[in-house]
């Protein structure tokens, strides 16, 4: 059944992490070379995909004991936490401006990009934790896909505005101690 709260979490926790992420640079960078809804249209089928494989693979994570896939997900959530503290920032990604602009081969150029990109990305391995955290796989990944479509909008569409307004550092601390949040929780639910 689907839960409108957990999806609510998902989208928070998968919003923040992603938003100081290369995608919206990406985006930013596609957005303004290219017809914004081409760009878009390409991206959200990658991360799709991306959410799709994740759910998935949390899913198989739900097999393991309960403490163990508490303590396991706790101990992802605090890594994950620590790599958004350490992550440098990633802003000499170079995007192929491809000489044919048509639908296909713009959004064929966003696919790649995210399909490369974010394959193995923290969201990614975060929405697989999240997934076997909940036991919801619909509700995560409907949160997921919505949290990964909206930075991806906002990068198209208006990421210098808003990175002009909200210090990413801000955001990036603000990500990583939700994480950081989920991973105590988790550990300590497998300890009691």
């Known amino acids: 059944m689907f839960s409108i709260t957990v999806a609510a979490v998902v989208f928070g926790v998968v919003f923040l992490a992603e938003l ?17 809804s081409y ?25 393991l004991p309960e403490r163990l896939l508490a303590t396991v997900t706790g101990l992802l ?4 936490a620590t790599l958004l503290l350490l992550k440098r920032d990633e802003h000499d990604e170079e995007v192929r401006e491809p000489a ?9 150029s966003g696919f790649t990009l ?12 975060m929405t697989a934790n999240l997934a076997a955290r909940y036991e919801d796989p619909l509700s995560v990944g409907v949160g997921a896909v919505l949290a ?23 955001i990036t601390r ?7 949040t989920l991973g105590v929780w988790s550990l300590y639910e497998a300890v009691a």
């Open 148 to 170: 990964l479509w909206s930075v991806a909008a906002l990068g198209i569409l208006g990421g210098r505005a808003l990175m002009r307004r909200v210090p990413l550092r801000l």
């Open 39 to 63: 760009v878009f249209a390409g991206v959200a089928a990658a991360f799709l995909v991306h959410v799709a494989l994740a759910v998935a693979a949390g899913s198989v994570l739900t097999l």
């Open 100 to 108: 044919d602009q048509s639908f296909w081969k713009v959004a064929g």
């Open 174 to 180: 603000v990500a990583a101690a939700v994480m950081a």
């Open 77 to 80: 959530f605090l890594g994950g």
């Open 114 to 125: 995210i399909m490369v990109a974010e394959f193995g990305d923290l969201t990614q391995i």
């Open 20 to 36: 100081p992420d290369k995608t919206a640079l990406a985006g930013l960078v596609l957005g303004t070379r290219f017809k914004a």
